[in-house]
């Protein structure tokens, strides 16, 4: 019997030539070169080394050593080399286990000790000594393969590693290669991700980084694309947004954060698992599948570009909670350290979170991702409900004991189902079978999902290997697919990265294993909410406010005052933002009841942000069909750069809401000649088409700031278009402070003649300006602001304690 492989066509034929015997081609095997991969597990000592690494190694050695290859490990840590070499000792003999034989394991445990030794690696010196000793380990007949070197360190060490690494460490063999592992997290946010993989691109190209997110080494997981692939005559018609409700991405915990929360308290649920281990699972379920699944590179790509397709992130996208004894848990964990000063955390340990990809496969479809700590069970799962669309002619062939739920469910774990598989309900078409997944479930009872076990085909898996084994293995054969690549760990990033820096300040939900149902969320288009409101309450524009189900205290509610003699709306940010988004939309209504259309003039700046994204994804009631937008004031720069106005109002709040392109008014700051410019009489023009298209002459709501200058739109202090009387659009020049200097607004001519004002004033670095404007004693020409004064309608304020300076 002959192998093909290790040798060449031409050199088996020889032996076929000349007769030879197995035992004379045995003999030939042994002349050849034994290839060496060297392997060193750095932080050889530590708890994820102990648990599962060493295990995956073990297995490795098991099932690759071979006449042609062998392997040699090297295990490394700060310790000591006596003290270490005791624990590595330690680890191999309680650590390793075989499926098999236990007598038969004993031997094998025992070769793979004899191929493992322990070094000090702490010193720069250290990595010469390593390297030094791998080259000289090379025995007659030997040649090295390549290196591997896993990184079971903190993050912030792999730079450093990988210099040292690079300069000492690489192998001088032609044709040998070197390999270098990482383990998650790949940085806390997009800045720090790109600053790690910007420093590990000094060392190491990306063919030898392999990041490890260990979930994609997961039976339940490496099923999907396989499941896909072979499945897609079937289901390939169906995977997408004409047939699929939804996709749930879940993975719930019974255990806490005991003991841990150092770690827990700077990265929360978010960036724990849902950046990372989640998102990966949505993008192996969306992707668009390769022509071959051995094609890496095909599925990098794809991977990449799906992410590209994901909708960002917003603070709307998701509600947050923390179970109740994470705090004490963290002032405990604190105390033991001796860090002093018990304080409460916000950190998240629950999450729901709605992702939308803008393609044409997936257009609207939610994917609702769903983690969490101390919950009411341990389990992952990705499930595709389908939509109800399918309906049978046959009355006969609905069955009365077949669930009507319409699903396919990757299990990854769990309690019910203990082992990973897919369950397709029985509505569906029989998958085909693929190794090595095999029917099961026939004889059990029970309910799964919404419905009977006996109602859906179940191809459970029989395999045991653990993640870490699989990721080993994949590293050792170069499965890059299996492993988180620079671009797709940045695309991902990006997704995440609003929604992180929004919930800055947010006080999660509180809940308990006793207390769940306060987590029960609702979506809304692409917001989510909790089905029980917990929050506090809001002010409505003439005072009234309410607590919901909160003690009302100063830190949670908004009151009414008087403001420079017009009604004042106080309280932190967010009540202050949501009351004026109440009184918009109150305008609004009244507005369309009575003439049929609702005329909005909103103005730019950082100040009304948060109002924006209220009216996108709080606003439930506002009837954006009959509304048109106007722009207070424009910069003179193209609509596509960050500092126009229009730009940023589309990002926070237009392209989240179903307002008619038509309805929207830019200002025609680009026409013939340029940005601007006055021989193009683009004021002259949008005063045209306000006068065409208003009511009376009245905008029916103005949303206004208040600059730290007194200006308010683009009307600035000590210039003629203060006083400008004569018409309702001009344009202007920015005080030197503003990066973008000519501007086009709205005079105080029109801005007096609308139904209602806001001037809204959020922050510290307004508190200036605020005591200012409460002593009475300015003038409209340094502080234009106060020429605010609506000629019939009504002007409130919207002023935050922090603006009043009150903490």
């Not at 105390?335 to 609207?364: L, P, Y």
């Not at 917990?534 to 509610?557: L, R, T, W």
């Not at 905008?699 to 309702?728: C, I, M, Y």
């Not at 002593?775 to 409209?780: I, K």
Request: charge should be neutral.
């Amino acid at each position: 019997m002959f192998f093909v492989g290790a040798y060449s066509t031409s050199f088996i034929l020889l032996f076929i030539l000349h007769g030879k015997s197995s035992a004379s081609l045995n003999q030939a095997k042994a002349d050849l070169p034994r290839n060496v991969t060297n392997i060193v597990l750095v932080g050889a000592t530590g708890d994820l080394a102990k648990r599962y690494l060493w295990q995956g190694f073990f297995t490795l050695f098991r099932q690759q050593t071979t006449v042609e290859n062998t392997f040699r490990f090297y295990a490394a840590a700060r310790e000591s080399l006596e003290r270490g070499q005791k624990k590595i000792d330690t680890i191999l003999d309680g650590s390793l286990k075989c499926p098999d034989d236990e007598h038969f394991c004993i031997e094998e445990k025992s070769k793979f000790a004899r191929v493992t030794q322990y070094l000090t690696l702490k010193e720069e010196k250290d990595y010469h000594l390593l390297c030094q000793r791998i080259a000289n380990s090379l025995k007659p007949g030997e040649r090295e393969k390549g290196r591997i070197f896993y990184l079971s360190v903190p993050p912030f060490a792999y730079a450093q590693i990988a210099e040292r690494i690079n300069s000492f460490c690489r192998s001088k063999v032609d044709k040998s290669w070197t390999r270098l592992v990482l383990e998650k997290p790949f940085g806390s946010d997009l800045t720090s991700a790109q600053e790690l993989a910007q420093q590990l691109s000094y060392y190491f190209e990306e063919s030898e980084i392999y990041r490890i997110d260990h979930y994609l080494g997961k039976n339940g997981v490496t099923q999907i694309l396989d499941f896909r692939f072979k499945n897609r005559d079937l289901f390939e018609h169906l995977w997408n947004k004409d047939h699929i409700d939804r996709v749930e991405i879940v993975l719930k915990e019974r255990n806490d954060c005991q003991g841990r929360t150092a770690f827990y308290d700077h990265y929360g649920v978010l960036r724990d698992v849902m950046q990372n281990h989640m998102t990966e699972l949505l993008v192996l379920v969306s992707m668009e599948m390769p022509d071959n699944l051995d094609n890496q590179t095909s599925i990098q790509e794809n991977k990449v570009r799906l992410l590209r397709e994901t909708k960002p992130l917003n603070r709307w996208s998701s509600v947050t909670g923390q179970y109740k004894e994470y705090s004490t848990h963290y002032n405990d964990e604190k105390a033991q350290d001796k860090v002093a000063d018990s304080q409460t955390s916000n950190t998240e340990t629950f999450a729901a979170v709605s992702v939308f990809i803008n393609n044409a496969r997936w257009q609207g479809v939610p994917f609702i991702l769903v983690s969490g700590k101390q919950l009411d069970e341990r389990t992952a799962y990705v499930r595709i409900v389908f939509k109800e669309n399918v309906h049978k002619v046959n009355s006969a062939s609905v069955q009365s004991d077949t669930c009507s739920i319409r699903q396919i469910v990757f299990n990854i774990q769990g309690e019910k189902l203990k082992k990973p598989g897919v369950l397709l309900s029985g509505f569906l078409s029989k998958p085909k079978l693929f190794l090595p997944l095999h029917t099961l479930m026939l004889n059990e009872t029970g309910e799964v999902f919404g419905c009977s076990v006996q109602s859906f085909h179940a191809l459970i898996q029989n395999s045991s290997s653990d993640a870490y084994t699989s990721l080993i293995s994949a590293v050792y054969h170069e499965q890059k697919s299996m492993f988180v690549g620079t671009e797709d760990l940045l695309a991902s990033w990006k997704i995440w990265s609003h929604l992180l820096d929004s919930f800055n300040g947010v006080v999660p939900r509180l809940y308990d294993q006793k207390n769940l149902d306060v987590l029960d969320f609702v979506s809304a288009g692409e917001r989510l909410e909790f089905s029980f409101d917990h929050d506090g309450g809001s002010c409505n524009a003439k005072g009234v406010c309410s607590s919901q189900g909160k003690s009302v205290n100063e830190n949670y509610y908004c009151k009414q005052e008087i403001f420079r003699a017009h009604r004042m709306v106080t309280g932190i940010n967010l009540q202050v933002v949501r009351t004026l988004a109440a009184n918009i939309v109150d305008h609004a209504l009244k507005a369309v009841s009575q003439k049929g259309t609702f005329h909005l003039a909103l103005s730019g700046g950082t100040s009304p942000l948060l109002l924006y994204e209220t009216l996108a994804f709080e606003a439930k009631l506002f009837p954006w069909l009959h509304t048109h937008l106007w722009m207070v004031d424009e910069r003179c720069v193209p609509f596509t750069s960050e500092e126009s106005n229009l730009n940023l109002i589309h990002k926070k709040l237009l392209q989240h809401v179903p307002i008619s392109p038509l309805n929207i008014h830019p200002m025609y700051i680009m026409l013939k000649d340029g940005l601007c410019n006055p021989l193009d009489q683009g004021a002259e023009h949008y005063e045209a088409e306000l006068k065409r298209l208003i009511n009376n002459e009245q905008l029916d709501f103005v949303v206004l700031g208040a600059g730290s200058d007194g200006h308010t739109a683009s009307l600035f202090p000590r210039q003629s278009s203060v006083d400008n009387e004569d018409k309702w659009i001009i344009l202007t020049e920015g005080s030197g402070s503003h990066k973008v200097k000519r501007r086009m607004t709205m005079t105080l001519t029109l801005l007096n003649k609308a139904k209602a004002v806001g001037v809204l004033v959020l922050g510290e670095h307004k508190q200036g300006i605020v005591t200012k404007l409460s002593d009475g004693e300015v003038d409209v020409w340094n502080y234009p602001v106060t020429g605010i004064k609506p000629d019939t309608g009504d002007l409130f304020w919207y002023i935050d304690d922090e603006a009043l300076g009150r903490h």
